[in-house]
């Protein structure tokens, strides 16, 4: 789960071109309505729906198939000091994944337990 912090929050919008992937936002805007709630899409490339992910809203998602092809549109350049993520099994969310967990990498793991 993934995001940059303000001032480079960014807007994203995410499509599945192949295959299919379990798509999961998590708003962490402190000051919102919805803070901390999350919410799961599937995307793929059958039913061609996209995932428009606002800024301030963390995001992250599971292949379900081999051979996924993803597309990304970012409004905003990567910037490594406002980059910060949420474990996929961050307590704090109790995310619910339909596939095991079988491959992440070793910064996706390492992310510490969820703070505003």
């Given at each position: 789960?993934?995001?940059?912090r303000d001032p480079h929050a960014e807007v ?105």
């Open positions: 789960m993934h995001f940059q994203k919008l995410v499509r599945c071109l192949s295959g299919a992937i379990w798509d999961v936002i998590i708003d962490v805007r402190p000051n919102s309505l919805t803070f901390k709630q999350a919410r799961g899409f599937e995307l793929s490339g059958a039913n061609g729906l996209q995932l428009y992910i606002p800024a301030g809203f963390a995001h992250g998602f599971q292949a379900l198939y081999d051979e996924t092809r993803v597309n990304y549109l970012i409004s905003e350049f990567h910037v490594p000091g406002a980059a910060d993520g949420i474990r996929y099994d961050d307590p704090a969310f109790n995310l619910k994944w339909p596939l095991p967990v079988s491959e992440i990498s070793d910064r996706d793991l390492n992310w510490s337990d969820f703070r505003v």
